[in-house]
């Protein structure tokens, strides 16, 4: 608590679901000032009417902003202390689709938060990642993994006693936009859900877990890592049962881009990876800004030769009732679409 209390905090993507849910959690731990920064000019009105309003949350400001443009990120950062950096395009069909747009929006303007944070002397800033950027198909994935990167070699930019940078990454955020629980919820008013493939599987994770996990990459880091949650894997099946049992199923097939099973961390980066209680590290393969190795409040164990991560080697599944629990705590249920407007993909 007393890291966050009185602190200016700046999110980056503030205005999507993980914005909106960490900004919740920050308020509640006292931060001085927080910064929602999107480029989404009618959620910001709409966050403003409906979640934060300026007589309840003075802390709050609303900043109209791209980080694709460095000029106007280094105006926002003037006098904050950490940033979340949770700004990307993330739909992978559409980034496939528009892939000047994606290496824009998320190899640039990382390159772009990492510049305007070292030129505001901000002390710590943790960037949000996915599972697709380890061993990448598509170009979301692919413009994630360079943004990976680009933050952990931040560190060296900063030196020594600069701003230490960090990553995150955890895999599918339940209910989150773009996410197939809300298509399946509205398609099961029709009768029949759209599956790409019965057996695939995915990491899922709740808002609430995702924010957790950047709390702790907050408290832990001593800059260049990766963090990776422990969290539970289902088939797309069972998460098709868990919202709709009784209704058919449709198979349409694997998507442009997509992969059957997920993977956090691949077996070529056993040999850096650490694991703790709740999560594992990935070390930086270089740590020129730091003589001293980092330590953490827990004594970890070094992962053995050949171990990955994977949604389909995962330790822990969620059952269909399991699935059906954390859906009706965390998803709200939309209203049902008409029936020419439901997608044809799941």
Known sequence: MSEWQQRSVMIT??????????????????????????????????????IFPPEQFPAV??????????DRLRLAMRDVDFVIHAAAMKHVDMAEYNPQECIHTNVGGAENVIHAALEAG??????????????PINLYGATKLCSDKLFVAANSLAGERGTRFAVVRYGNVLGSNGSV???????????????TDPSMTRFII????????VMTAFAWMSGGEIFVPKIPSTTVRDLARAVAPDCAHQIVGIRPGEKLHECMIPEDEA?????????????????????????????????PEGFSYASDNNREWLSVDDLRDLIDRCVPCPKPLA????PHAA
């Open 13 to 50: 993507g503030g205005t999507g679901s993980f914005g909106k849910a960490c900004a919740r959690r920050l308020l509640a731990m006292g931060v001085r000032r927080l910064i929602l920064f999107s480029r989404d000019e009618q959620k910001h009105v709409a966050i403003r009417r409906e």
């Open 61 to 70: 400001r609303f900043f109209i902003g791209d980080v694709r443009d460095r």
């Open 181 to 195: 629980v809300p298509l399946f919820q509205r398609q099961r008013h029709e009768g029949c859900l759209t599956l």
């Open 339 to 342: 029936k020419s407007l439901v």
């Open 122 to 135: 901000v002390h710590k800033v943790v960037a949000l990642s996915t599972d697709k950027a380890a061993n």
């Open 271 to 303: 040999h850096l990876t650490t694991e703790f209680e709740n999560h594992y590290i990935i070390q930086p393969a270089l740590r020129s800004w730091s003589a001293e190795p980092p330590r953490y409040p827990e004594v970890g164990r070094h992962c």
């Open 206 to 213: 709740t808002l609430d877990q995702g924010v957790d996990l």
